[in-house]
């Protein structure tokens, strides 16, 4: 999946002589955690977040009154505190390289950029998330069942045609070597909900067939259950 099928592209932006105290009621109006800074002809040249914001206040402990406060905070501009060594994905780039940057960098978002350097777009932790559940199929499909196959062909469709035989409609498969043994592959079968009885006797009869690392039932009723409710 490419970064421009997933990234959002009307974005909220400043420009260099914005004040900080501008930019900070921006962020909280908006909820946003991070604000591409551009030029008059829409160039991406910097970008600054949340916590650049933060390192620049002033201290609580300050002896400034909040009128010397508030001239401090519209007096600094964004330009003297925006990041200028700028991480960025294209939009022909893949949403997992985009991850990886965002892992590797350690920030939660990535300003998208076309082949002249002009903004087009920007891709959140959110939006990932958003791809992670997409792929896997989550809402479509409630069970998944986790496997240590023989890394040779056909292994996986020998599992699939098992759940497929007990009435198990398969939603996605993934896929991998990471922290699987010699020889072999982790696989995770996405497969629509069945009766308890019928996935009683589905897991039985993979686990005769084949090494099953768990079976995991997810309730999405629980989703509104756990949800953050704000006073």
């Known amino acids: 999946m490419l970064v421009k099928g997933w990234m959002t592209t009307d974005v909220i932006t400043v420009n260099e002589d914005t004040s900080m105290m501008k930019a900070s009621i921006i962020m909280k109006e908006k909820k946003i955690r991070c604000l591409p800074v551009v030029n008059k002809t829409g160039e991406l040249v910097g970008i600054v977040s ?27 501009k964004i330009k003297d505190i925006m990041t200028q060594n700028i991480v960025f994905v294209k939009p022909d780039e ?4 985009a991850a990886i940057l965002m892992l590797e960098n350690k920030i939660s978002s990535l300003p998208v950029i076309n082949s002249k350097g002009a903004l087009i777009g920007i891709i959140t932790q959110t939006d990932i998330f958003k791809v992670l559940i997409n792929i896997t199929g989550v809402y479509t499909g409630g069970i998944q069942f986790a496997f240590s196959l023989e890394d040779r062909p056909g292994s996986i469709k020998e599992a699939a045609d098992v759940i497929r035989s007990y009435g198990g409609r398969i939603v996605s498969i993934l ?13 995770y079968i996405r497969s629509s909900l069945l009766p308890e009885d019928k996935l009683r006797n589905l897991v039985k009869g993979l686990e005769e067939k084949f090494v099953v690392l768990y079976t995991s039932k997810d309730l999405l009723e629980e989703v509104e259950n756990r949800r953050v409710r704000i006073p």
């Open 175 to 187: 896929s991998t070597h990471e922290n699987a043994e010699e020889g072999r592959r982790n696989v």
């Open 94 to 97: 893949t949403v997992e390289f």
């Open 50 to 76: 949340d916590s650049d914001l933060r390192d620049a206040a002033p201290s609580k402990a300050t002896t400034l009154d909040v009128y010397e406060l508030n001239y401090l905070l519209a007096s600094i």
